[in-house]
Structure formats: C-alpha cells, structure tokens
C-alpha cells in the first residue's frame, strides 16, 4: 500500500505560480512511476505531467510552464507551476504507478491517488 498526500494548492492570481508536493510512503519510491493529473467538475481526469526512470512528460496545455521534478531521499514529488492561467483551475491529483514497464498517461493505469489539493487561477 502507497499513501499520497498533496499539498501546497491555494489562490492565485493569473501570471503566478505555485509549487505543488506530493509525499508518498513506500520503500521503492524512486522506481515508482509518479504522475500529476487534474480535473475539473464535469469533465474527465486529465494527464498533466509524469516522470520514471528520469525521464519527464508534460501535457502540451501546460509545457513549458510546468516542471516536475522529484526527490527520491524524501520520497516526494513536486510540479512547479508557473504562468498560471484561469484554464489550469482544477483539483490536482498525484498519482503513482508500482509496477511499471513503461510511461503511461493514462489515469486508469496508476495505482494509488492522493486525496487532491485545489488550484484556482484568478483572472
């Protein structure tokens, strides 16, 4: 079992930035395949950014505003986000893949979620 727990979501105004955490349990967090998604009411989870295996993955809506990183001696990952828009309003979900051949963007693919932590971009 892989415990997530996000933070460090909030208000911002458009043009800011925030930097979400994601700490998580578990013995073998550096070869844990980490995702961050988002969704927003109504509609379906949507891939943000990932990283395995030092290799980093970004939605086109949000690279090269976005970085994800991670610190696997303190088992967290982290997405640094920068030149927020009102569109990137959502709640952000971490997510970790245990047993993984290879990169997937698909939700339905990871096996533990954190509870979510709320982003909103004022306009």
């Known amino acids: 079992q892989v415990q997530l727990v996000e933070s460090g979501g909030g208000l911002v105004q458009a043009g800011g930035s925030l930097r979400l955490s994601c700490a998580a349990s578990g013995r073998s967090f550096s070869s844990y395949g980490m995702g961050w998604f988002r969704q927003t009411p109504g509609k379906e989870r949507e891939f943000v950014a990932g990283t395995m295996t030092g290799n980093k993955h970004y939605a086109d809506s949000v690279r090269g505003r976005f970085t994800i990183t991670r610190d696997n001696a303190k088992n967290t990952v982290y997405l640094q986000m920068n030149s927020l828009k009102p569109e990137d309003t959502a709640v952000y979900y971490c997510?970790?893949?245990?047993?993984?051949?290879?990169?997937?963007?698909?939700?339905?693919?990871?096996?533990?979620w954190g509870q979510g932590t709320q982003v909103t971009v004022s306009s």
């Open positions: 997510a970790a893949r245990t047993s993984a051949a290879k990169f997937t963007e698909l939700p339905s693919s990871y096996d533990f």
